[in-house]
Each structure stands twice: as C-alpha cells, then as structure tokens.
C-alpha cells in the first residue's frame, strides 16, 4: 500500500481540509453548548458529523491509494458526495439560525450557535468549490456523475427527501386522491433516480438490456410529464379552499409545510426539465473529441 503525498498539495485535497476542518469546528461549538434540541437540530447535528466523517474517509483513501482500488466508480462516489454535502450543508446553514437564531439570544450560548453557522455556511462553499473542480468539462471524459445531468441526478434526490420530509408532517401526503397521485410521482422518479445513482458508482450500467444514455432520455422525459401533472395537481389538492389559518408562524404549521412541498416540487420540475436538455445535448449533438 502506498501513499500519494503528492495528492494532498492537489486543489480538491486542499478544499476536502477545508471542509473537515470547518464541520468539526461547526459540530464542535454547537455540542459544547447542547444547542441541537429537536428534530431539525438533530438533523443539522447529523450533518456536519456525516460530512465531516465521509470527507475524513475519501482523503485517507486516496492518500493511501486504496480508494480507486474499490469495485466501485471512485471518481463517481466522490463527485455524488461532494453535491451531496454542499446540498446537506445548505440546507443545514438555512435552517440552524431558522430554528436556533430566530428567538432573541445572547451571551456565550448564542456566540457559538453564530459560529457554528458561520462555519457551516464557509463550509457549504468548500464543498460548493470541490463539486466546481471535479465536474466534468464539456468533451472531456469522466465519469457520469460528475457530468451536470448526473449532479442534476443527486440534485433531484436530495429535493425528493425534502419533499418527504415536509409532508411527512401529520401525513400531509394521504388527506385525497391528487395529494396521493403527487406523492406516488415524487416516489416513483426517487427511487429511479437513486437506482441511476446507485448503478452509476457500482459500474453496473453495461448490465442494463438497453444503451444508459437513450434510457436516461426516455426516464427524463417521463419525469418531466410526471412532474408537470404534479406541478398542477398538487396545489390545487392542497389550497383549494384551504386558506392560511391564522397563527402559522412557525415551521411546524401543516400550511407551511404544503407551501414548502409546493415550491420544492417546482424545483425539481425545472431540475429534471434543465437534465433532459443536458442529456439530450451530450447524445445528440456533442461529436467526439
């Protein structure tokens, strides 16, 4: 087993430091202080701990040289984790001083929950620096998920457990038939999607019965249809004489939670519509170098 010492001089190690560096910092000051209460607090805890641990594993992997040894795409792994963390990283430098912040605060308590956020948000554009020089440039060959339709790929996951989330709230997804039909699309293109990646990092594609490159166009444009009747279906299930009640401030009100869904299934319609483009660009009209 050798050692690549040379690899950590290289600008992506240098980012990687960066990110563990700044997720045990971020972590760190929030534990001293107990400041994690509650599920979103958790899930920020939760975050920075799984970043920071991943980040730890791939650097010692690749300084030891053992991680392109792996049977499994090493160049896709590493690219879908970095979107992956800068994606966690965001969300958790939003919601953190949403939920610990927003009540007036002070003294030593407040001095770390503010740092702690400061260090998640420089942390989030660490891992935004790494996906930048890892992806893919246009006719240069790589790997699929460091291409912009296979960041787009992880992209789309990571809203899809959003929307999970979100409606998971009193079992928003269950009250009628449209609201059913929305959650079975946003299921239904997750677990495709996944699947994609999953195959992807484990270099199972040349086991499909048919050419990746036409599947993917052919799922792209049925997610884009599914998320179109979504698109319409959804709001008009959720708001159609259903105001906002009074006293929904907060992030736990059942109309809140409707409103997020509503604006995270946009975003994944526009996410899948910009990937059937990307797709149908690199098959169709990109000649070989």
């Given at each position: 087993?050798?050692?690549?010492?040379?690899?950590?001089?290289?600008?992506?190690?240098?980012?990687?430091?960066?990110?563990?560096?700044?997720?045990?910092?971020?972590?760190s000051?929030v534990?001293?202080?107990?400041?994690?209460?509650?599920?979103?607090?958790?899930?920020?805890?939760?975050?920075?701990?799984?970043?920071?641990?991943?980040?730890?594993?791939?650097?010692?992997?690749?300084?030891?040289?053992?991680?392109?040894?792996?049977?499994?795409?090493?160049?896709?792994?590493?690219?879908?984790?970095?979107?992956?963390?800068?994606?966690?990283?965001?969300?958790?430098?939003?919601?953190?001083?949403?939920?610990?912040?927003?009540?007036?605060?002070?003294?030593?308590?407040?001095?770390?929950?503010?740092?702690?956020?400061a260090?998640?948000?420089?942390?989030?554009?660490?891992?935004?620096?790494?996906?930048?020089?890892?992806?893919?440039?246009?006719?240069?060959?790589?790997?699929?998920?460091?291409?912009?339709?296979g960041?787009?790929?992880?992209?789309?996951?990571?809203?899809?457990c959003?929307?999970?989330?979100?409606?998971?709230?009193n079992?928003?997804?269950?009250?009628?038939?449209?609201?059913?039909?929305?959650?079975?699309?946003?299921?239904?293109?997750?677990?495709?999607?996944?699947?994609?990646?999953?195959?992807?990092?484990?270099?199972?594609?040349?086991?499909?019965?048919?050419?990746?490159?036409?599947?993917?166009?052919?799922?792209?444009?049925?997610?884009?249809?599914?998320?179109?009747?979504?698109?319409?279906?959804?709001?008009?299930?959720?708001?159609?004489?259903?105001?906002?009640?009074?006293?929904?401030?907060?992030?736990k009100?059942?109309?809140?939670?409707?409103?997020?869904?509503?604006?995270?299934?946009?975003?994944?319609?526009?996410?899948?519509?910009?990937?059937?483009?990307?797709?149908?660009?690199?098959?169709?009209?990109?000649?070989?170098?």
């Amino acid at each position: 087993m050798g050692f690549a010492w040379r690899s950590l001089i290289a600008p992506v190690s240098i980012a990687r430091f960066f990110q563990i560096f700044l997720t045990c910092t971020a972590f760190s000051l929030v534990a001293s202080v107990n400041g994690y209460s509650g599920p979103y607090g958790v899930w920020c805890m939760f975050t920075w701990c799984f970043c920071f641990i991943v980040s730890v594993l791939i650097v010692v992997l690749e300084m030891t040289e053992v991680g392109p040894r792996l049977p499994l795409s090493w160049e896709d792994f590493t690219s879908a984790f970095a979107m992956l963390a800068t994606l966690m990283i965001f969300t958790t430098s939003i919601m953190y001083p949403s939920v610990f912040l927003a009540s007036p605060c002070s003294g030593h308590t407040c001095a770390c929950k503010g740092s702690a956020t400061a260090m998640s948000i420089l942390c989030f554009i660490a891992y935004a620096v790494e996906v930048g020089l890892t992806r893919a440039k246009p006719g240069e060959i790589s790997g699929f998920l460091s291409t912009v339709p296979g960041l787009l790929k992880v992209f789309e996951a990571y809203v899809a457990c959003l929307i999970f989330s979100l409606l998971d709230n009193n079992h928003l997804y269950s009250i009628n038939s449209g609201r059913q039909w929305c959650m079975a699309v946003f299921c239904i293109c997750f677990i495709i999607t996944v699947l994609i990646i999953v195959l992807t990092i484990g270099r199972l594609l040349t086991s499909l019965p048919l050419p990746f490159d036409k599947l993917l166009i052919g799922y792209n444009i049925l997610a884009v249809l599914m998320y179109i009747s979504a698109a319409i279906v959804w709001p008009i299930f959720s708001f159609k004489d259903y105001p906002r009640p009074p006293n929904c401030d907060n992030y736990k009100c059942p109309w809140n939670s409707l409103l997020g869904a509503t604006f995270l299934t946009y975003i994944n319609l526009v996410a899948y519509i910009v990937d059937l483009v990307y797709s149908t660009r690199m098959v169709f009209f990109t000649t070989p170098a």
